[in-house]
T-cell receptor, first 111, second 118 residues
Framework: KQEVTQIPAALSVPEGENLVLNCSFT??????LQWFRQDPGKGLTSLLL?????REQTSGRLNASLDKSSGRSTLYIAASQPGDSATYLC??????????FGTGTRLQVTL | GAVVSQHPSRVICKSGTSVKIECRSLDFQATTMFWYRQFPKQSLMLMAT?????????EQGVEKDKFLINHASLTLSTLTVTSAHPEDSSFYIC??????????????FGPGTRLLVL
């Protein structure tokens, strides 16, 4: 059974800092790894999706990497802004199209 | 685009009543839809997978007689929480996937429905 863990559970940084969120998964037989953002009481916003054959994906200030063999993915956020404050979830797509979500990292970017 | 809507966005009901939540794919046909549940400060947990025209597949520990799923068309799936109790209070999120190979498959998520059972 796939298990996805995210570290840290919560993070507070001052505006402008670069930061890294970590995601690890136990079963490396995945089709892709996806990062989402969730604002309080809201649904999910897809940020980046990395196919199993890819090493990284970039979108604006966001960069996600994937090391399937070691069961790890990172989300790098450059020049953080208060608007980046949210919970970030990673999810691994495995067999039978099942998405297994991580425990989430609550990010707060302070002024 | 790939937009998924849910209705209602929020519902409050009395214990013992049934609540129906709708999930619609607005601009694409979804052969598969997924239902997730999220308790406060926890991650999303898959409840069931539904394919149009067939019975839903439930995850271990999810009562199929309590959480009725109907996927009657390629754009609509419904989740009915029967005889709801306070412990069913949660955030329910659906997603829909476009037909394609597993490697390129992406799930598009609805905005969620917050259920509060008094």
């Amino acid at each position: 059974k796939q298990e996805v863990t995210q570290i840290p559970a919560a993070l507070s940084v001052p505006e402008g800092e670069n930061l890294v969120l970590n995601c690890s998964f136990t079963d490396s037989a995945i089709y892709n790894l996806q990062w989402f953002r969730q604002d309080p009481g809201k649904g999910l916003t897809s940020l980046l999706l990395i196919q199993s054959s890819q090493r990284e994906q970039t979108s604006g200030r966001l960069n996600a990497s994937l090391d399937k063999s070691s069961g790890r993915s990172t989300l790098y956020i450059a020049a953080s802004q208060p608007g980046d404050s949210a919970t970030y979830l990673c999810a691994a797509l495995g067999t039978a199209s099942k998405l297994t979500f991580g425990t989430g990292t609550r990010l707060q970017v302070t002024l | 685009g790939a937009v998924v809507s849910q209705h209602p966005s929020r519902v409050i009901c009395k214990s013992g009543t049934s609540v129906k939540i709708e999930c619609r794919s607005l601009d694409f046909q979804a052969t598969t839809m997924f239902w997730y549940r999220q308790f406060p400060k926890q991650s999303l947990m898959l409840m069931a997978t539904s394919n149009e025209g067939s019975k839903a597949t439930y995850e271990q520990g999810v009562e199929k007689d309590k959480f009725l799923i109907n996927h009657a068309s390629l754009t609509l799936s419904t989740l009915t929480v029967t005889s709801a109790h306070p412990e069913d209070s949660s955030f329910y999120i659906c997603s829909a996937s476009k037909p394609g190979t597993p490697m390129k498959e992406t799930q598009y998520f609805g905005p969620g429905t917050r259920l509060l059972v008094l």
